[in-house]
């Protein structure tokens, strides 16, 4: 029977069970497939899966849920999202360059810095906010530019198309972290980026349940590139984790909608504070590149950042809030509140994280599925519980 086109929103619940699973038994979901090895039924001919790290078939369902959702040729879902973005990364050469955005996760920082180094890779951070910047960075053997966008933790907006025009006129590869966005929002390769990656246990997930990365590319060729690497270093999501997934992925559109009708009230309680000294969040219109965003996705998102005076009214503020829950990560059920300085971005040194902005009165805030106006309320609580103390103090 042929697959009508379906909308992405549809497709987050259907991907994972086309195949031959529900043809077979009629399940409406995948099967949890507990098996580190398959019996070979020819001496000569293997199946399709002989051993899980190279291939499972629960692990092959939500790889093609994704390729699908990004509309890329194929996936690959591996233990967290460092380990995609390392394995997508490790498809270069010693003597090879890349150009990477300064604003970057953490533990991207670290990886770049002082593992790829290791291995002959160099780099240069730069503002990918300044397509001029960008291009300038490029070097005779630079192969790839890095992205994320909107990025971690002040949510700077890159506009790929820019992005993809310098790599084409260089012949260089994009990757882009499209986390923060998820392919409900927004769709990088079809923009002519050619890798996607995700720390799939944020938003995808959703619950704070599983560790989970992922990967998409355009090209086959690249894929087969970066399937080599997942299949040689085995940092693959196991069968478990990978059911998991695809149920979190299935809800995506209920979740993300809420919270980002959610995180723009609160952005626009936040950015009228007299407390807050900046907003950062690509919903509000003044936020930078808030035009190039709009142009490239479909919403904002459910993720912001906002900015204290100082690390004294910071930490009281914290140690007040009582509904979001004060922790690593993002893209729950729940609200979560982090502080770059000592979290996401702690692998960053001091001085570089001053030149980017994260300051120790820098807040980032995922929202998540609670009511709106109970979180106003609590940060309103805060804020003055924490006014007081410190006024207090001095």
Known sequence: MTQNKQSIETSLITASTRGDYEQKTGAVNVPIYLSSTFDQEHFDSFGPYDYSRSGNPTRDALEKTIAELEGGSRGFAFSSGIAAIASALLTLNAGDHIVVTSEVYGGTYRFVTQVLIKYGITHTFADFSNLQEVEAAIQPNTKVLYAETPANPLLGITDIRGIVSIAKKHGLFTFVDN??????????LDLGVDVV??????????????????AVTKDEEVGNQIYFMQNSMGAILGAQDSFSL???IKTLNARLTLSTQSALKIASYLDQHELVENVYYPGLIDHPGFDIHASQATNPGAVLSFTLPNRELTKAFVDHVQIPIF????????????????????????????????????LRFSVG??????????????????????????
């Open 246 to 248: 695809i149920q979190g």
């Open 369 to 394: 599925l609670e009511n709106v106006d109970d979180l106003i309320v609590d940060f309103e609580q805060a804020f003055k519980a924490a006014k007081k103390l410190t006024s207090i103090s001095k």
């Open 197 to 214: 990656l995700h720390s799939a246990t944020k938003f995808l997930g959703g619950h704070s349940d599983i560790i989970a990365g992922l």
């Open 327 to 362: 922790a690593v990560s993002l893209g729950g059920v729940e609200s979560i509140l982090s502080y770059p300085v000592t979290m996401s971005h702690a692998a960053i040194p001091k001085e570089e994280r001053d030149k980017r902005g994260i300051t120790e009165g820098l």
């Open 179 to 188: 986390t923060f966005m998820t392919p409900l929002y927004q769709r990088p």
